[in-house]
């Protein structure tokens, strides 16, 4: 009876240390999960140190005081100590030591203008920067042109979608879905005149 016992509380002494060990495993996992990338469309401030590795691969580590260098798209960003301020859809996002941000291209995607009535800022895949204002035409807009709304608003479509963007807000333009084709005319893709408003 005494072995019998003894067996019993060793059995039950090795299925409980299998259990807490089994516990401390699913914490970690927590803690990996809290490590994830988070996404933010530019870095604004931080207050104590942060590593940048650019897509090429290049790293640099910042201190406060630092000037922040133009993070392009697919930037990471570890905050090594204290915080870090981004934005997000016009939204503040505060980073704590440990976490990793990732640069994404900001604003929306449309696949042409359908008015604006103040002024926009028009970059071209090329880098060429155009100004253009209310009642001026267009240029033909490739694929790739970011738009930025500088003063008034613009309305873009995407699909079958208006969207309305006010100053400081930016849109991509990108090709027209294929299994959308019919409904907007190529000949309409972003070459509008004139940019002032006009009945669809």
Avoid at 40 to 53: A, H, N, P, Q
Avoid at 109 to 137: M, R, S, W
Avoid at 158 to 185: F, H, N, S, Y
Wanted: one cysteine or more; charged letters at 25%.
């Amino acid at each position: 009876m005494k072995v019998s016992r003894m067996i019993g509380i060793s059995l039950l002494v090795i299925a409980m240390i299998f259990s807490i060990s089994g516990g401390m495993t699913g914490c970690k996992k927590t803690g990996e999960e809290e490590s994830s990338v988070i996404d933010v469309e530019k870095i604004i401030d931080f207050t104590g140190s942060i590593r940048i590795t650019l897509p090429s691969g290049d790293i640099r580590e910042l201190k406060v005081g630092d000037k922040i260098p133009p993070l392009p798209e697919k930037t990471l960003i570890e905050v090594l100590s204290k915080e870090c301020t981004g934005v997000l859809s016009g939204n503040i996002i505060t980073l704590k030591a440990g976490q990793i941000a990732r640069i994404i291209r900001p604003g929306v995607t449309a696949q042409k203008i359908i008015q604006f009535t103040g002024e926009l800022k028009i970059v071209l895949p090329d880098g060429t920067i155009i100004f253009v204002k209310a009642g001026e035409p267009l240029p033909i807009l490739p694929p790739g042109t970011m738009i930025e709304v500088i003063s008034g608003d613009l309305i873009v479509l995407w699909e079958d979608e208006r969207i309305t963007l006010t100053p400081g807000d930016v849109a991509w333009l990108e090709p027209i879905d294929e299994t959308i084709g019919p409904e907007v005319p190529d000949s309409e893709g972003g070459d509008i005149s004139p940019a002032s408003p006009f009945e669809p």
